[in-house]
Protein backbone atom coordinates (compact mmCIF):
# COMPACT_ATOMS: atom_id res chain seq x y z
CA UNK A 1 0.00 0.00 0.00
CA UNK A 2 1.07 3.45 -0.80
CA UNK A 3 0.87 4.13 3.37
CA UNK A 4 3.61 1.55 4.12
CA UNK A 5 5.56 2.66 0.97
CA UNK A 6 6.08 6.42 2.72
CA UNK A 7 6.39 5.05 6.57
CA UNK A 8 9.07 2.61 4.81
CA UNK A 9 10.99 6.09 2.62
CA UNK A 10 10.30 8.05 5.75
CA UNK A 11 11.83 5.52 8.47
CA UNK A 12 15.17 5.15 6.06
CA UNK A 13 15.79 8.73 5.92
CA UNK A 14 15.11 9.29 9.62
CA UNK A 15 17.54 6.41 10.24
CA UNK A 16 20.47 8.33 8.67
CA UNK A 17 19.30 11.38 10.53
CA UNK A 18 20.04 9.43 13.80
CA UNK A 19 16.65 8.19 15.16
CA UNK A 20 16.28 4.54 14.88
CA UNK A 21 12.80 4.51 15.78
CA UNK A 22 9.44 6.49 15.37
CA UNK A 23 6.11 6.41 15.08
CA UNK A 24 5.23 7.36 11.78
CA UNK A 25 1.12 8.61 11.38
CA UNK A 26 -0.53 9.39 7.54
CA UNK A 27 -3.80 10.18 7.59
CA UNK A 28 -5.58 11.92 4.22
CA UNK A 29 -5.95 15.72 4.35
CA UNK A 30 -9.76 16.82 4.52
CA UNK A 31 -8.69 19.36 1.28
CA UNK A 32 -7.54 17.16 -1.30
CA UNK A 33 -5.56 20.34 -2.42
CA UNK A 34 -3.23 19.52 -0.21
CA UNK A 35 -2.24 16.10 -0.94
CA UNK A 36 -2.94 12.69 -0.94
CA UNK A 37 -1.56 11.96 2.83
CA UNK A 38 0.12 14.09 5.26
CA UNK A 39 2.35 12.79 8.26
CA UNK A 40 3.02 15.24 11.66
CA UNK A 41 6.11 12.68 12.31
CA UNK A 42 8.10 16.20 12.34
CA UNK A 43 6.28 17.75 14.72
CA UNK A 44 6.38 14.54 16.87
CA UNK A 45 10.08 14.50 17.10
CA UNK A 46 10.93 18.08 17.77
CA UNK A 47 11.22 17.49 21.61
CA UNK A 48 13.75 14.34 20.44
CA UNK A 49 15.66 15.67 18.35
CA UNK A 50 15.34 19.05 20.27
CA UNK A 51 15.08 21.65 16.67
CA UNK A 52 12.29 23.61 14.99
CA UNK A 53 9.66 21.04 13.35
CA UNK A 54 9.85 22.65 10.44
CA UNK A 55 13.75 22.29 10.02
CA UNK A 56 13.12 18.96 10.31
CA UNK A 57 10.82 18.27 7.87
CA UNK A 58 13.04 20.69 5.61
CA UNK A 59 15.67 17.40 6.27
CA UNK A 60 13.48 14.80 5.96
CA UNK A 61 12.57 16.14 2.56
CA UNK A 62 15.82 16.31 1.58
CA UNK A 63 17.00 12.87 2.35
CA UNK A 64 13.88 11.13 1.90
CA UNK A 65 13.86 8.32 -1.61
CA UNK A 66 10.66 9.75 -3.40
CA UNK A 67 10.69 7.37 -6.22
CA UNK A 68 10.98 4.31 -4.05
CA UNK A 69 7.60 5.62 -2.42
CA UNK A 70 5.59 5.94 -5.20
CA UNK A 71 4.99 9.88 -4.56
CA UNK A 72 5.44 12.35 -7.50
CA UNK A 73 5.79 15.27 -5.14
CA UNK A 74 6.72 16.44 -1.42
CA UNK A 75 5.37 19.90 0.34
CA UNK A 76 6.27 20.90 3.99
CA UNK A 77 3.06 23.29 4.91
CA UNK A 78 2.46 25.08 8.23
CA UNK A 79 5.59 24.23 11.13
CA UNK A 80 6.14 21.19 9.67
CA UNK A 81 3.81 18.86 8.12
CA UNK A 82 4.89 16.86 5.54
CA UNK A 83 2.37 16.32 2.15
CA UNK A 84 2.52 13.93 -0.39
CA UNK A 85 1.15 14.23 -3.42
CA UNK A 86 1.21 10.01 -5.12
CA UNK A 87 1.67 9.08 -8.81
CA UNK A 88 -1.57 7.76 -10.20
CA UNK A 89 -0.28 4.07 -10.49
CA UNK A 90 0.32 4.53 -6.45
CA UNK A 91 -2.92 5.22 -5.64
CA UNK A 92 -4.53 2.56 -7.71
CA UNK A 93 -1.81 0.16 -6.38
CA UNK A 94 -4.28 -0.77 -3.50
CA UNK A 95 -6.84 -1.81 -5.65
CA UNK A 96 -4.41 -5.17 -6.30
CA UNK A 97 -4.39 -5.33 -2.29
CA UNK A 98 -7.69 -5.62 -2.20
CA UNK A 99 -8.42 -7.83 -4.86
CA UNK A 100 -5.75 -10.29 -3.78
CA UNK A 101 -6.87 -10.28 -0.41
CA UNK A 102 -11.24 -10.05 -1.00
CA UNK A 103 -12.73 -11.38 2.26
CA UNK A 104 -9.34 -10.58 4.29
CA UNK A 105 -8.17 -7.24 3.17
CA UNK A 106 -8.56 -5.06 6.07
CA UNK A 107 -7.44 -8.59 8.62
CA UNK A 108 -4.38 -8.19 10.71
CA UNK A 109 -1.76 -9.77 13.06
CA UNK A 110 -1.75 -7.06 15.45
CA UNK A 111 -3.20 -9.72 17.85
CA UNK A 112 -0.40 -12.30 17.47
CA UNK A 113 2.47 -12.83 20.32
CA UNK A 114 6.29 -13.18 19.04
CA UNK A 115 5.80 -16.90 17.83
CA UNK A 116 2.64 -15.59 15.21
CA UNK A 117 0.09 -17.26 17.80
CA UNK A 118 -2.98 -15.66 18.23
CA UNK A 119 -3.42 -13.95 21.67
CA UNK A 120 -6.55 -14.86 23.41
CA UNK A 121 -8.98 -11.89 24.37
CA UNK A 122 -12.35 -11.97 25.81
CA UNK A 123 -15.38 -9.46 25.37
CA UNK A 124 -18.29 -10.42 28.20
CA UNK A 125 -21.47 -8.44 27.17
CA UNK A 126 -25.27 -8.76 27.82
CA UNK A 127 -24.53 -9.66 31.10
CA UNK A 128 -28.43 -9.34 31.58
CA UNK A 129 -29.82 -10.42 34.88
CA UNK A 130 -32.86 -13.34 33.52
CA UNK A 131 -35.15 -11.46 35.20
CA UNK A 132 -37.54 -10.09 32.11
CA UNK A 133 -36.91 -9.50 28.51
CA UNK A 134 -33.96 -7.60 27.24
CA UNK A 135 -34.65 -4.24 27.05
CA UNK A 136 -32.67 -1.34 24.24
CA UNK A 137 -29.68 -1.03 26.66
CA UNK A 138 -29.29 -4.24 26.33
CA UNK A 139 -29.80 -4.30 22.82
CA UNK A 140 -26.82 -1.98 22.49
CA UNK A 141 -24.66 -3.95 24.51
CA UNK A 142 -25.27 -6.56 22.16
CA UNK A 143 -24.80 -4.64 19.01
CA UNK A 144 -21.45 -2.80 20.19
CA UNK A 145 -19.79 -6.11 22.29
CA UNK A 146 -20.20 -8.14 18.91
CA UNK A 147 -18.96 -5.65 17.12
CA UNK A 148 -15.51 -5.24 19.39
CA UNK A 149 -15.32 -8.48 19.71
CA UNK A 150 -15.28 -8.68 15.83
CA UNK A 151 -12.81 -5.89 15.34
CA UNK A 152 -10.38 -8.01 17.64
CA UNK A 153 -10.78 -11.18 15.55
CA UNK A 154 -9.90 -8.95 12.68
CA UNK A 155 -6.86 -8.08 14.37
CA UNK A 156 -5.66 -11.21 15.06
CA UNK A 157 -7.20 -11.90 18.41
CA UNK A 158 -8.16 -15.62 19.07
CA UNK A 159 -11.34 -14.11 20.18
CA UNK A 160 -14.22 -15.44 23.47
CA UNK A 161 -18.02 -13.89 23.33
CA UNK A 162 -18.71 -14.81 27.01
CA UNK A 163 -22.17 -13.56 28.59
CA UNK A 164 -22.46 -13.66 32.83
CA UNK A 165 -25.82 -14.50 34.02
CA UNK A 166 -26.29 -12.89 37.34
CA UNK A 167 -28.63 -16.39 38.50
CA UNK A 168 -27.73 -15.93 42.20
CA UNK A 169 -29.03 -13.08 44.61
CA UNK A 170 -31.92 -10.54 45.51
CA UNK A 171 -33.23 -10.16 41.62
CA UNK A 172 -33.78 -13.66 41.42
CA UNK A 173 -35.52 -13.84 44.53
CA UNK A 174 -37.46 -10.93 43.56
CA UNK A 175 -38.89 -12.87 40.69
CA UNK A 176 -39.56 -15.84 42.01
CA UNK A 177 -41.69 -13.81 44.96
CA UNK A 178 -43.89 -12.12 41.52
CA UNK A 179 -44.42 -15.44 39.61
CA UNK A 180 -45.83 -16.64 42.93
CA UNK A 181 -48.50 -13.36 42.99
CA UNK A 182 -49.31 -13.78 39.69
CA UNK A 183 -49.46 -17.93 39.96
CA UNK A 184 -52.11 -17.65 42.78
CA UNK A 185 -54.04 -15.00 41.37
CA UNK A 186 -54.14 -17.42 38.09
CA UNK A 187 -56.01 -19.69 40.47
CA UNK A 188 -58.34 -16.77 42.06
CA UNK A 189 -56.27 -16.46 45.56
CA UNK A 190 -55.68 -13.17 46.84
CA UNK A 191 -52.56 -12.14 46.24
CA UNK A 192 -50.94 -8.84 46.06
CA UNK A 193 -48.06 -7.17 44.10
CA UNK A 194 -45.51 -5.67 46.10
CA UNK A 195 -43.80 -2.70 45.43
CA UNK A 196 -40.19 -4.02 44.15
CA UNK A 197 -41.94 -6.88 42.42
CA UNK A 198 -41.72 -7.19 38.63
CA UNK A 199 -44.33 -5.73 36.96
CA UNK A 200 -44.54 -6.47 33.31
CA UNK A 201 -47.41 -8.37 31.29
CA UNK A 202 -44.51 -11.60 30.98
CA UNK A 203 -44.37 -12.28 34.64
CA UNK A 204 -48.42 -13.55 34.21
CA UNK A 205 -46.90 -15.04 30.96
CA UNK A 206 -44.63 -17.13 33.13
CA UNK A 207 -46.81 -17.77 36.14
CA UNK A 208 -49.76 -18.84 33.50
CA UNK A 209 -47.09 -21.33 31.30
CA UNK A 210 -46.28 -22.62 35.08
CA UNK A 211 -49.57 -23.42 35.92
CA UNK A 212 -49.68 -25.49 32.94
CA UNK A 213 -47.30 -27.73 33.97
CA UNK A 214 -47.76 -27.93 37.82
CA UNK A 215 -51.15 -27.30 38.01
CA UNK A 216 -52.61 -25.91 41.66
CA UNK A 217 -50.08 -28.28 43.09
CA UNK A 218 -48.26 -25.31 44.73
CA UNK A 219 -51.26 -23.26 45.53
CA UNK A 220 -51.15 -23.80 49.16
CA UNK A 221 -47.47 -24.49 49.67
CA UNK A 222 -45.28 -21.57 51.23
CA UNK A 223 -42.10 -23.63 51.40
CA UNK A 224 -38.81 -22.33 50.10
CA UNK A 225 -39.52 -25.63 47.94
CA UNK A 226 -42.13 -24.28 45.99
CA UNK A 227 -40.40 -20.95 45.65
CA UNK A 228 -37.56 -22.73 44.13
CA UNK A 229 -39.70 -24.45 42.23
CA UNK A 230 -40.80 -21.23 40.72
CA UNK A 231 -38.14 -19.73 40.54
CA UNK A 232 -36.08 -22.40 38.66
CA UNK A 233 -38.97 -22.81 35.85
CA UNK A 234 -38.78 -18.60 35.62
CA UNK A 235 -35.08 -18.27 35.21
CA UNK A 236 -35.08 -21.46 32.89
CA UNK A 237 -38.17 -19.64 30.37
CA UNK A 238 -36.37 -16.69 30.54
CA UNK A 239 -32.97 -17.76 29.89
CA UNK A 240 -34.70 -19.26 26.73
CA UNK A 241 -36.29 -16.00 25.73
CA UNK A 242 -33.21 -13.90 25.54
CA UNK A 243 -31.43 -16.53 23.95
CA UNK A 244 -33.60 -16.25 21.02
CA UNK A 245 -33.53 -12.49 21.03
CA UNK A 246 -29.80 -12.80 20.78
CA UNK A 247 -29.79 -15.64 18.03
CA UNK A 248 -32.36 -13.57 15.89
CA UNK A 249 -29.88 -10.52 16.36
CA UNK A 250 -27.56 -12.02 15.34
CA UNK A 251 -25.35 -12.69 18.45
CA UNK A 252 -23.89 -15.60 19.42
CA UNK A 253 -21.70 -16.61 22.34
CA UNK A 254 -18.55 -19.03 23.72
CA UNK A 255 -19.46 -19.46 26.94
CA UNK A 256 -22.52 -19.19 29.29
CA UNK A 257 -20.89 -18.83 33.37
CA UNK A 258 -23.46 -18.42 36.01
CA UNK A 259 -22.90 -16.45 39.25
CA UNK A 260 -24.23 -19.31 41.13
CA UNK A 261 -21.36 -21.25 40.41
CA UNK A 262 -18.57 -18.91 41.88
CA UNK A 263 -20.19 -20.14 45.01
CA UNK A 264 -20.69 -23.66 43.88
CA UNK A 265 -17.34 -24.50 42.91
CA UNK A 266 -15.96 -22.47 45.95
CA UNK A 267 -14.39 -19.19 43.80
CA UNK A 268 -15.84 -17.11 46.27
CA UNK A 269 -14.40 -18.65 49.00
CA UNK A 270 -10.88 -19.16 47.69
CA UNK A 271 -11.05 -15.15 46.67
CA UNK A 272 -11.78 -14.25 50.20
CA UNK A 273 -8.89 -16.23 51.36
CA UNK A 274 -6.28 -14.74 48.85
CA UNK A 275 -7.63 -11.59 49.59
CA UNK A 276 -7.15 -12.25 53.60
CA UNK A 277 -3.56 -13.31 52.57
CA UNK A 278 -3.06 -10.16 51.01
CA UNK A 279 -3.35 -8.32 54.24
CA UNK A 280 -5.33 -6.01 52.65
CA UNK A 281 -8.25 -7.34 54.42
CA UNK A 282 -9.75 -5.90 57.56
CA UNK A 283 -12.88 -5.76 60.59
CA UNK A 284 -14.28 -2.99 60.90
CA UNK A 285 -18.26 -2.58 62.49
CA UNK A 286 -18.96 -6.43 62.14
CA UNK A 287 -18.38 -6.39 58.70
CA UNK A 288 -14.83 -7.37 56.34
CA UNK A 289 -13.28 -4.62 54.27
CA UNK A 290 -10.97 -4.39 51.22
CA UNK A 291 -8.59 -1.44 51.25
CA UNK A 292 -9.08 -0.83 48.19
CA UNK A 293 -8.25 2.84 48.83
CA UNK A 294 -4.43 1.49 48.51
CA UNK A 295 -5.17 0.81 44.59
CA UNK A 296 -6.30 4.27 43.72
CA UNK A 297 -10.24 3.31 45.00
CA UNK A 298 -11.84 6.73 46.94
CA UNK A 299 -13.04 4.72 50.07
CA UNK A 300 -12.44 1.17 50.94
CA UNK A 301 -15.48 -1.39 50.40
CA UNK A 302 -17.27 -3.86 52.21
CA UNK A 303 -16.45 -7.49 51.37
CA UNK A 304 -18.84 -9.28 53.54
CA UNK A 305 -21.60 -7.77 55.28
CA UNK A 306 -21.65 -8.61 59.20
CA UNK A 307 -24.59 -10.88 58.36
CA UNK A 308 -21.94 -13.29 56.55
CA UNK A 309 -23.64 -12.61 53.40
CA UNK A 310 -21.21 -11.18 50.46
CA UNK A 311 -21.60 -7.75 48.23
CA UNK A 312 -21.93 -7.87 45.05
CA UNK A 313 -18.03 -6.62 44.73
CA UNK A 314 -16.73 -9.38 46.12
CA UNK A 315 -18.22 -11.90 43.12
CA UNK A 316 -17.29 -9.68 40.81
CA UNK A 317 -13.64 -10.16 42.32
CA UNK A 318 -13.82 -13.56 42.01
CA UNK A 319 -15.52 -13.62 38.78
CA UNK A 320 -12.84 -11.46 37.16
CA UNK A 321 -9.91 -13.15 38.80
CA UNK A 322 -11.47 -16.85 36.75
CA UNK A 323 -10.81 -14.67 33.96
CA UNK A 324 -7.41 -14.17 34.34
CA UNK A 325 -7.05 -17.28 35.58
CA UNK A 326 -8.37 -19.04 32.32
CA UNK A 327 -5.63 -17.20 30.03
CA UNK A 328 -7.39 -14.12 29.30
CA UNK A 329 -4.61 -11.38 29.69
CA UNK A 330 -7.28 -9.03 27.69
CA UNK A 331 -11.00 -8.55 28.57
CA UNK A 332 -13.21 -6.24 27.28
CA UNK A 333 -16.47 -5.56 29.29
CA UNK A 334 -19.07 -3.74 27.88
CA UNK A 335 -21.66 -2.76 29.90
CA UNK A 336 -24.14 0.12 30.88
CA UNK A 337 -23.19 3.71 32.15
CA UNK A 338 -24.61 2.36 35.45
CA UNK A 339 -21.53 0.09 36.14
CA UNK A 340 -19.53 3.18 36.07
CA UNK A 341 -19.08 3.33 40.17
CA UNK A 342 -17.90 -1.03 39.84
CA UNK A 343 -14.57 -0.42 37.91
CA UNK A 344 -12.28 1.06 40.72
CA UNK A 345 -13.51 -0.90 42.89
CA UNK A 346 -13.17 -4.09 40.61
CA UNK A 347 -10.07 -3.16 39.50
CA UNK A 348 -8.60 -2.59 43.19
CA UNK A 349 -9.62 -6.24 44.28
CA UNK A 350 -7.92 -7.60 41.53
CA UNK A 351 -4.68 -5.58 41.53
CA UNK A 352 -4.71 -6.87 45.51
CA UNK A 353 -4.58 -9.94 44.24
CA UNK A 354 -1.73 -8.79 42.12
CA UNK A 355 -2.89 -8.47 38.53
CA UNK A 356 -1.81 -5.39 36.73
CA UNK A 357 -3.56 -2.19 36.92
CA UNK A 358 -6.42 -1.26 33.92
CA UNK A 359 -7.65 -4.76 34.00
CA UNK A 360 -9.97 -5.59 32.70
CA UNK A 361 -11.12 -2.70 30.17
CA UNK A 362 -14.85 -1.44 30.45
CA UNK A 363 -16.57 0.03 27.59
CA UNK A 364 -19.74 1.76 29.19
CA UNK A 365 -22.15 2.83 27.51
CA UNK A 366 -25.71 5.04 27.61
CA UNK A 367 -28.37 4.35 27.43
CA UNK A 368 -31.14 4.49 24.35
CA UNK A 369 -34.28 6.67 23.90
CA UNK A 370 -36.82 5.75 21.06
CA UNK A 371 -38.20 8.99 19.28
CA UNK A 372 -40.65 9.27 16.45
CA UNK A 373 -41.56 13.07 15.24
CA UNK A 374 -39.22 14.02 18.65
CA UNK A 375 -41.81 12.22 20.92
CA UNK A 376 -40.63 8.95 22.91
CA UNK A 377 -41.88 6.00 21.76
CA UNK A 378 -42.76 2.73 23.48
CA UNK A 379 -44.10 -0.15 21.81
CA UNK A 380 -45.54 -2.12 24.40
CA UNK A 381 -46.10 -2.91 27.95
CA UNK A 382 -45.34 -7.02 28.02
CA UNK A 383 -41.33 -5.56 29.58
CA UNK A 384 -43.33 -3.09 32.17
CA UNK A 385 -41.62 0.26 32.22
CA UNK A 386 -39.50 -0.34 28.94
CA UNK A 387 -39.13 -1.11 25.51
CA UNK A 388 -37.64 -4.50 24.29
CA UNK A 389 -34.46 -5.26 21.97
CA UNK A 390 -37.08 -7.46 20.13
CA UNK A 391 -39.40 -4.97 19.78
CA UNK A 392 -36.88 -2.31 17.99
CA UNK A 393 -35.55 -5.47 15.55
CA UNK A 394 -38.93 -7.00 14.45
CA UNK A 395 -39.98 -2.61 13.92
CA UNK A 396 -37.04 -1.66 12.00
CA UNK A 397 -35.36 -4.69 11.19
CA UNK A 398 -32.02 -6.12 12.28
CA UNK A 399 -30.00 -4.08 9.92
CA UNK A 400 -30.61 -1.33 10.79
CA UNK A 401 -31.03 -1.75 14.34
CA UNK A 402 -27.56 -2.88 14.80
CA UNK A 403 -26.13 0.10 13.21
CA UNK A 404 -28.24 2.52 14.51
CA UNK A 405 -27.25 1.21 17.88
CA UNK A 406 -23.14 1.16 16.90
CA UNK A 407 -23.30 4.86 15.08
CA UNK A 408 -22.37 6.60 17.69
CA UNK A 409 -19.57 6.71 20.63
CA UNK A 410 -20.69 4.52 23.55
CA UNK A 411 -20.29 6.72 26.28
CA UNK A 412 -22.50 9.12 23.85
CA UNK A 413 -26.38 9.46 24.96
CA UNK A 414 -28.44 7.43 22.43
CA UNK A 415 -31.43 8.64 20.60
CA UNK A 416 -32.56 5.88 18.27
CA UNK A 417 -34.84 7.72 14.98
CA UNK A 418 -37.43 5.74 14.25
CA UNK A 419 -38.30 7.82 11.49
CA UNK A 420 -34.64 7.78 9.63
CA UNK A 421 -34.57 3.62 10.78
CA UNK A 422 -37.88 3.12 8.71
CA UNK A 423 -36.69 5.73 5.58
CA UNK A 424 -35.58 3.23 2.62
CA UNK A 425 -33.81 5.56 1.01
CA UNK A 426 -30.26 6.78 1.10
CA UNK A 427 -31.38 9.82 4.03
CA UNK A 428 -31.24 6.10 5.81
CA UNK A 429 -27.08 5.66 6.80
CA UNK A 430 -27.14 1.81 6.41
CA UNK A 431 -29.66 1.69 3.43
CA UNK A 432 -27.10 4.08 2.01
CA UNK A 433 -24.41 1.56 2.30
CA UNK A 434 -26.06 -1.10 1.56
CA UNK A 435 -27.62 0.67 -1.43
CA UNK A 436 -23.44 1.71 -2.77
CA UNK A 437 -22.81 -2.32 -2.40
CA UNK A 438 -25.56 -3.22 -4.43
CA UNK A 439 -24.89 -0.77 -6.81
CA UNK A 440 -21.51 -2.40 -7.46
CA UNK A 441 -23.00 -5.64 -7.82
CA UNK A 442 -25.49 -4.10 -10.51
CA UNK A 443 -22.80 -2.75 -12.81
CA UNK A 444 -21.55 -6.70 -13.15
CA UNK A 445 -24.82 -8.03 -13.51
CA UNK A 446 -24.93 -5.54 -16.62
CA UNK A 447 -21.28 -6.65 -17.82
CA UNK A 448 -19.56 -10.13 -18.98
CA UNK A 449 -17.63 -10.34 -15.83
CA UNK A 450 -18.60 -11.64 -12.53
CA UNK A 451 -18.01 -9.82 -9.04
CA UNK A 452 -14.83 -11.61 -7.74
CA UNK A 453 -13.00 -12.17 -10.98
CA UNK A 454 -11.22 -9.46 -11.73
CA UNK A 455 -8.02 -10.79 -11.38
CA UNK A 456 -4.84 -8.83 -9.50
CA UNK A 457 -2.54 -7.35 -12.71
CA UNK A 458 -5.16 -7.81 -15.76
CA UNK A 459 -5.95 -4.10 -15.15
CA UNK A 460 -4.15 -1.28 -15.74
CA UNK A 461 -5.06 0.98 -12.69
CA UNK A 462 -2.92 3.58 -14.18
CA UNK A 463 -5.90 4.66 -15.90
CA UNK A 464 -7.50 5.45 -13.00
CA UNK A 465 -6.65 8.70 -13.10
CA UNK A 466 -10.28 11.34 -12.37
CA UNK A 467 -10.35 13.09 -9.57
CA UNK A 468 -13.54 10.89 -8.57
CA UNK A 469 -11.89 7.28 -8.86
CA UNK A 470 -8.30 8.94 -6.61
CA UNK A 471 -10.55 10.00 -3.68
CA UNK A 472 -12.46 6.77 -4.08
CA UNK A 473 -9.40 4.59 -4.15
CA UNK A 474 -7.54 6.49 -1.41
CA UNK A 475 -10.70 5.88 0.88
CA UNK A 476 -10.75 2.06 0.18
CA UNK A 477 -7.09 1.85 1.63
CA UNK A 478 -7.84 3.88 4.47
CA UNK A 479 -10.24 0.49 5.54
CA UNK A 480 -7.29 -0.97 7.37
CA UNK A 481 -6.50 2.23 9.34
CA UNK A 482 -10.56 2.56 10.25
CA UNK A 483 -10.15 -0.91 11.75
CA UNK A 484 -7.38 0.05 14.01
CA UNK A 485 -8.74 3.07 15.12
CA UNK A 486 -11.92 1.39 16.32
CA UNK A 487 -10.29 -0.87 17.85
CA UNK A 488 -8.03 2.08 20.04
CA UNK A 489 -11.43 3.73 20.71
CA UNK A 490 -12.74 0.59 21.43
CA UNK A 491 -16.12 1.72 19.25
CA UNK A 492 -17.42 0.44 16.40
CA UNK A 493 -18.85 4.13 15.38
CA UNK A 494 -15.54 4.81 13.63
CA UNK A 495 -16.64 1.87 11.59
CA UNK A 496 -19.86 3.46 10.64
CA UNK A 497 -18.66 6.80 9.91
CA UNK A 498 -16.01 5.29 8.01
CA UNK A 499 -18.23 3.12 5.74
CA UNK A 500 -20.36 5.83 5.59
CA UNK A 501 -17.99 8.43 3.83
CA UNK A 502 -16.60 5.47 1.55
CA UNK A 503 -20.44 4.78 0.69
CA UNK A 504 -21.42 8.81 -0.61
CA UNK A 505 -17.63 8.46 -2.19
CA UNK A 506 -18.58 5.48 -4.46
CA UNK A 507 -22.34 6.35 -5.10
CA UNK A 508 -20.98 9.61 -6.17
CA UNK A 509 -18.20 7.73 -8.56
CA UNK A 510 -21.76 5.69 -9.66
CA UNK A 511 -23.72 8.33 -10.28
CA UNK A 512 -21.37 10.72 -12.18
CA UNK A 513 -20.61 7.58 -14.36
CA UNK A 514 -24.48 7.40 -16.03
CA UNK A 515 -23.99 6.82 -19.78
CA UNK A 516 -27.00 9.64 -20.18
CA UNK A 517 -25.98 11.95 -18.72
CA UNK A 518 -21.40 11.52 -18.64
CA UNK A 519 -20.22 8.34 -20.89
CA UNK A 520 -16.75 9.52 -20.33
CA UNK A 521 -17.06 8.22 -16.90
CA UNK A 522 -19.31 4.87 -17.35
CA UNK A 523 -17.66 1.68 -15.85
CA UNK A 524 -18.69 -0.21 -18.87
CA UNK A 525 -17.09 1.84 -21.60
CA UNK A 526 -15.88 0.58 -24.95
CA UNK A 527 -12.34 0.94 -24.37
CA UNK A 528 -11.22 -2.39 -23.35
CA UNK A 529 -8.79 -1.34 -20.75
CA UNK A 530 -10.67 1.98 -18.99
CA UNK A 531 -13.79 -0.82 -18.32
CA UNK A 532 -11.29 -3.39 -16.99
CA UNK A 533 -9.88 -0.78 -14.54
CA UNK A 534 -13.04 0.42 -13.77
CA UNK A 535 -14.48 -3.27 -13.07
CA UNK A 536 -12.07 -3.53 -10.85
CA UNK A 537 -12.69 -0.55 -8.89
CA UNK A 538 -15.75 -1.44 -8.78
CA UNK A 539 -14.96 -4.90 -7.30
CA UNK A 540 -12.66 -3.43 -4.71
CA UNK A 541 -15.58 -1.12 -3.60
CA UNK A 542 -18.08 -3.95 -3.23
CA UNK A 543 -14.86 -6.06 -1.28
CA UNK A 544 -14.38 -3.34 1.49
CA UNK A 545 -18.33 -2.20 2.04
CA UNK A 546 -18.74 -6.13 2.45
CA UNK A 547 -16.01 -6.23 4.82
CA UNK A 548 -16.70 -3.27 6.77
CA UNK A 549 -20.43 -4.16 7.32
CA UNK A 550 -19.91 -7.73 7.94
CA UNK A 551 -17.43 -6.49 11.26
CA UNK A 552 -20.66 -4.27 11.87
CA UNK A 553 -22.76 -7.87 12.11
CA UNK A 554 -24.48 -6.30 9.19
CA UNK A 555 -25.75 -7.74 5.48
CA UNK A 556 -24.30 -6.73 2.41
CA UNK A 557 -27.14 -7.48 -0.43
CA UNK A 558 -26.48 -7.51 -3.79
CA UNK A 559 -29.54 -5.96 -4.72
CA UNK A 560 -32.37 -3.71 -3.32
CA UNK A 561 -35.77 -2.77 -4.58
CA UNK A 562 -37.08 0.63 -3.45
CA UNK A 563 -40.83 1.38 -3.78
CA UNK A 564 -40.71 -0.98 -6.74
CA UNK A 565 -37.62 -0.22 -8.44
CA UNK A 566 -34.57 -1.48 -8.51
CA UNK A 567 -31.30 -0.37 -6.94
CA UNK A 568 -29.79 1.30 -10.61
Not at 96 to 113: N, P, Q, Y
Not at 538 to 556: E, F, H, M, P, T
Request: glycine fraction near 8%; proline fraction near 4%.
Amino acid sequence: MPQDAIRAALDSALKTMGVEEAEIHLERPRDPDHGDLSTNVALTLARTLKRAPRAIAEELAERVDLDAAGVTAMEIAGPGFLNFRLASGAVASVLAEILAADTDFGRSEKGHDDTGTPRPAMVEFVSANPTGPLHLGHGRQAALGDAIAELLDWAGWAVHREYYYNDAGNQIDRLAASVRVRYLQHFGRDAEMSDDGYQGDYIEEIATAFAAEVGDRYVDDTSDDSLDAMRVFAVRLLRAEQDRDLADFGVHFDEYFLESSLYTDGLVASTVEALKATGHVFEQDGATWLRTTTFGDDKDRVMIRGNGQPTYFLPDVAYHHNKWSRGFRRVINVQGSDHHGTVARVRAGLQALGLPAGYPEYVLHQMVRVERDGVQVKFSKRAGSYTTMRELFEEVGVDVARYFLQMRKPDAQMVFDLDLALDQSDKNPVFKIQYAHARMCSIFAKSDVNPGDTQPGSADLSLLTHDLERELIKALGDFPDALRRALDAESPHVVCDYLGQTAAAANSWYHSGNPSRNPDLAVLVDDAGLRTARLALADAVRIVLRNGLSVLGISAPERMDRAGTSDD
